[in-house]
């Protein structure tokens, strides 16, 4: 009896493409999970960003709010020393 045979051979390469075709899978599904985590990093830095420039806008205000000085409702608008201003139009072509 003969071991090594076509029909052997054949479902021997079939498997092994099968396997292969696995591991590789595997690897692009930790590649984008990989992207996926960072993206989520980069959405909670800037999440933990906004968050902190609200609580220093609230904090500033009350300690104005403390010491007497009246704090006009656009004060908001100034977070980081800047005044907040509409863009100049572009020229006409």
């Known amino acids: 009896m003969k071991i090594f045979t076509r ?4 479902v021997g390469y079939l498997v092994l493409n099968a396997r292969k075709r696995a591991v ?9 999970s990989g992207l996926k985590i960072a993206a989520y990093i980069g959405l909670g830095l800037v999440s933990a960003g906004i968050l902190a420039a609200v609580l220093a806008v609230a904090v500033r205000r009350r ?3 403390a010491a007497g000085i009246d704090v006009p409702p656009g004060d908001e608008l100034e977070i980081v020393g800047e005044y907040v ?3 100049e139009p572009a020229p006409a072509a």
């Open 63 to 65: 300690t104005l709010e």
């Open 7 to 10: 029909k052997n051979a054949l």
């Open 85 to 87: 201003t509409a863009p």
């Open 24 to 32: 590789q899978k595997r690897i692009r599904r930790r590649r984008r």
